[in-house]
């Protein structure tokens, strides 16, 4: 990774975060940098957008020039649009990530550019070997094409015997071989993207490109211009004709993740492209076939949204012949160990550790906590504890506050499901689990009356009559 940043303190600090999971280097000015790209293969640039004497845009420009495959990142405090359009005509650049940035975010960022990059490389190798004529290199090139679909497969979605995901990768693993279009859903982090490149690289399309555009991180004209792409002078800072995704992945796949989240208007526009198979650059006067296949991926609940008249119900059609639900985490507690062993042995790896070993009691505080966050949750955390603690044994201490705590809560779940009251009646049975509800909220958020009583929808003084109904107090 290279962090192009004139300020040093922003320097640093992206420097620090990167640092745990990549080899960072570091310049201060576009020539330095330059410079630092001439000696060193560089997978991903991150620059910022104001530098004294030029602009991110201009200095990624001629980075895509002279080393194409770098994927380049623009990190930003200012956002005109005209900034971002320009970055994305010009410099065709992979994301913009604004600032004050999250670490979690920046980290996720990068690492998916990470694997873009990979991707890209592999993918030009690729296309060369095809193009080319000998039946050797032909060969050899659909090797390759069978290794890339083993490492993208489904044999990547990690799993215990006998998960919920086994009925779904089977499903998927069926449809892949159609052109159908498919709706993935799930909670964030649960790995819909995952699933979605498994059919991509299940499907007779495997040899094109899978491209993702989160629909959610960019403004509806962006994102129009981005998918279908514009015309010179469609719109102010539109310099130059700029080809969409949908074009550039021709042959292939695209995948629409979020797509709950955009608006009437863009759903309109999508809508017709997927009916004709065509797309119309913004200001373009004549549409272009395309040959694609969208799948879509979203953490709501689409069918929802088109009864409250948020999303079309014709595109959800379009979009959903065929629809596949990856399970939260805490709803497949089986394949906690397995998914926290492989993404150990991963984080390991890229932090040039030895794996340590996930002891028994570590084990049980992970299958207890419900991971809101899902897989991307529990890589963060695996990420934090290795990079935090020495050893060979990884320990329940190493985990975050949140994650013990939450264990806590957990287990008192749990109980709670056991100490269920099988007699009395109805009444005074609720009144049992109501006592013992309000005792594990209390627990939970540490005797906080205010808190436990916003989490449990009372007013405060509610809460107190509750608390001294049922003669609850804080254990010495
Ligand atoms: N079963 C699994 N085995 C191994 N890794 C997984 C699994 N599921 C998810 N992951 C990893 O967890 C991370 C999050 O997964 P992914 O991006 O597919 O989730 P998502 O549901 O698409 O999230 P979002 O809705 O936020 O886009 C990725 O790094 C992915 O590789």
């Not at 608006?263 to 395309?290: D, I, M, T, W």
């Not at 390991?348 to 966050?373: I, Q």
């Not at 013990?404 to 005074?428: D, F, H, I, K, N």
Request: hydrophobic content about 45%; overall charge neutral.
């Amino acid at each position: 990774m290279l962090v192009v940043d004139d300020e040093l303190r922003s320097q640093e600090a992206m420097r620090r975060t990167l640092d745990e999971d990549f080899r960072v280097l570091t310049a201060s000015s576009a020539e330095q940098a330059l410079a630092v790209l001439e000696r060193e293969p560089v997978a991903v640039v991150l620059c910022d957008q104001r530098m004294p004497g030029t602009t991110g845009v201009v200095f990624l420009k001629q980075v895509r020039q002279r080393w194409p495959e770098t994927v380049r990142i623009i990190v930003s405090g200012y956002t005109e649009s005209e900034d971002i359009v320009a970055g994305i005509n010009e410099a065709g650049i992979y994301q913009f990530i604004l600032k004050p940035w999250a670490p979690e975010h920046l980290m996720e960022a990068v690492r998916n550019a990470a694997e873009a990059h990979q991707l890209q490389r592999q993918t030009a190798r690729l296309d060369l070997e095809l193009r080319t004529s000998t039946p050797v290199l032909r060969q050899r090139a659909s090797q390759r094409l069978q290794q890339v679909q083993q490492v993208f497969g489904f044999e990547r979605i990690v799993r215990a015997p006998g998960s919920p995901l086994d009925g779904v990768c089977a499903v998927a693993a069926r449809v892949a071989r159609y052109g159908l279009s498919v709706l993935v859903l799930g909670e964030s982090g649960s790995g819909k993207e995952l699933l979605a490149r498994a059919i991509h690289y299940a499907s007779p399309r495997a040899g094109g490109p899978f491209v993702v555009e989160n629909c959610a991180a960019i403004p509806d004209t962006l994102l129009e211009s981005e998918l279908f792409g514009h015309k010179r002078g469609a719109f102010t800072g539109a310099y130059d004709d700029h080809v969409g995704l949908f074009q550039r992945a021709h042959g292939g796949t695209v995948l629409l993740d979020e797509i709950g989240e955009t608006s009437a208007a863009f759903q309109v526009k999508l809508l017709r492209v997927l009916q004709e198979g065509e797309v119309r650059p913004v200001g373009a006067a004549r549409p272009l076939p395309v040959d694609v296949r969208v799948l879509a991926a979203t953490h709501r609940e689409l069918e929802q949204r088109v009864h409250e008249g948020l999303f079309r119900q014709d595109l959800y059609y379009r979009l959903a012949p065929v629809t596949l639900t990856v399970p939260p985490l805490r709803e497949r507690v089986a394949d906690i160990g397995p998914i926290a062993q492989h993404l150990l042995q991963q984080v390991a790896l890229e932090l040039g550790r030895p794996v340590p070993d996930l002891p028994d009691a570590t084990l049980a505080c992970l299958l207890a906590y419900p991971w809101p966050g899902n897989i991307r949750e529990l890589r963060n955390e695996l990420a934090r504890a290795l990079a935090l603690h020495d050893g060979q044994r990884l320990l329940p201490e190493a985990f975050s506050p949140r994650v013990l705590q939450g264990q806590r809560a957990g287990s008192a779940a749990a109980q709670l499901a056991a100490l269920m009251p099988s007699s009395g009646t109805l009444v005074q049975r609720l009144e049992v689990i109501e006592a013992m509800l309000l005792r594990e909220t209390l627990l939970r958020q540490r005797w906080n009356k205010t808190r436990a009583a916003q989490e449990l929808g009372l007013s405060r003084v509610g809460l107190r009559s509750k608390i001294q109904r049922f003669g609850l107090e804080p254990s010495p």
